[in-house]
């Protein structure tokens, strides 16, 4: 049997996931911190892949 989380925990990350997100952005993100551009970029990407595993369930650290 699959070990799966269910639907509130799974939108319990997301809504973490967006506030982290959202208080790196202010502090490091586009306009502040490393040359401005470069950080919002980074942040933007490492938001990506930890949503698309929270979507779809995805142990990233296993892939390697």
């Excluded at 809504?15 to 959202?22: A, G, Y």
């Excluded at 208080?23 to 551009?37: A, D, E, P």
């Excluded at 470069?38 to 942040?43: D, E, H, M, R, S």
Aim: some cysteine; glycine content about 16%; hydrophobic content about 50%.
């Amino acid at each position: 049997m699959r070990d799966r989380k269910g639907c509130l925990a799974g939108l319990l990350q997301l809504f973490l996931l967006d506030k982290l997100f959202d208080w790196l952005q202010q502090r490091f993100g586009f306009g502040r911190g490393c040359s401005g551009f470069g950080c919002g970029v980074i942040l933007f990407i490492i938001f990506i892949l930890f949503a698309c595993g929270i979507f779809g369930n995805t142990d990233w650290l296993s892939l390697f």
